[in-house]
Structure formats: structure tokens, C-alpha cells
């Protein structure tokens, strides 16, 4: 299998090598395989379970957006949204829920307007890190907590002391610090 190589859509020269391949170089015990379960994620950062009705679960993943700084303005959220207008914004963090299957159920958090300090309303702060999430009764759900801040790790004027912890809806994204 080749890898495909990619390019940073603000930053076209900016490419990276993307083959996630099958789990191939983890190694596990005799009798266990690895098996991909979701991919294409966007820099995930934390990951929690919630279990549902009939044996079933939810896959909570959230997605920094960004937290590596980069080249000139090349994972600037703000710029994206202004080049690319109504597409999805890959450098503003949320949380995306999956099935047990692997399959996307809903996305949370997602902030709608990047080029604010708030995101919107009741979303994550859009210029990121958003660091991890944590249901407060493991399995059994309960309030979704997760972190995120403003302080932008890629530009020299971040919002100091905005990092917060905050409570997501499971089910409707709406953000409450």
C-alpha cells in the first residue's frame, strides 16, 4: 500500500505522507488483532466511553483542532473560515460520537464562527488546545466534562489564563463553562 500525500488546504506546499495503515507495527498478545476503528480524525486528544441501551456504547473522540503551531498562518482557524467559507473547519476543535461500529453519529461543540474569541454560542473556544473529556460516572455517563482554552499554542499574543473545564451535552454539543 502507498501512501497518499496530503497538503495543508491553507498551505498547499505544506504535504505530509497519510497511511494510516492496519495497525500493523502495534504489537499485541497472542491471540489479539488490531483492527482500525475510526480514522481520518483531526488531531485527537482524548477519548471516553458512554454505555447506552441494550449493551450497546457510545465513542466520544475529541478533536483539538490545532495545537502544533505551524508555518505562516498555515493552521490559522480564522484564515480558514475566510478562504473557505460554509466548509468544515479542521482547526477548531469538537467531539465527534461514534457507535460501537465505528460509525459517526453526531459531532459536538463544534465552534461557528472562528474568527471570535467565543466560537459562537455554547461551543468550544474556537482557537484552541482542547485538551480531553471525561464523563463523570465512567460507563454510566452523567455529565460530559471537557477542557479548552484560547491560548492559541501557534501565536505569540494567546489568550492567557482562558483555559477552562466546561460541561458538553452528550446529545445536543451545547457547551456550558
Known sequence: ???????????????????????????????YVVS?????????TGIA????SGGNF????????HGLPAGNNCNDEAVFQQTFPG????????????SRNGRLLRTLGKPTDATTGT?????????????D???EN????????GSDSNQATHAHNGQNNSSRIVIIDPQSGAVTP
Do not use: K, W
Request: charged fraction near 10%.
Open 1 to 31: 500500500m502507498n501512501a497518499a500525500v496530503v497538503a495543508n488546504p491553507l498551505c498547499p506546499a505544506e504535504t505530509a505522507l497519510y497511511d494510516p495503515g492496519h495497525g500493523q507495527d502495534i504489537r499485541v498478545p497472542s491471540g
Open 133 to 135: 473529556i471525561a464523563f
Open 138 to 145: 465512567g460507563l454510566q455517563g452523567g455529565r460530559l466534562f
Open 119 to 131: 466560537g459562537g454560542n455554547n461551543v468550544l473556544q474556537p482557537h484552541g488546545p482542547a485538551v
Open 58 to 65: 457510545e465513542v466520544y473522540v475529541l478533536e483539538s483542532g
Open 49 to 52: 466511553f458512554r454505555a447506552t
Open 87 to 98: 466548509q468544515a473547519n479542521p482547526f477548531t476543535p469538537d467531539i465527534r460520537v461514534f
Open 36 to 44: 482500525v476503528f475510526a480514522s481520518g480524525l483531526n488531531f485527537p
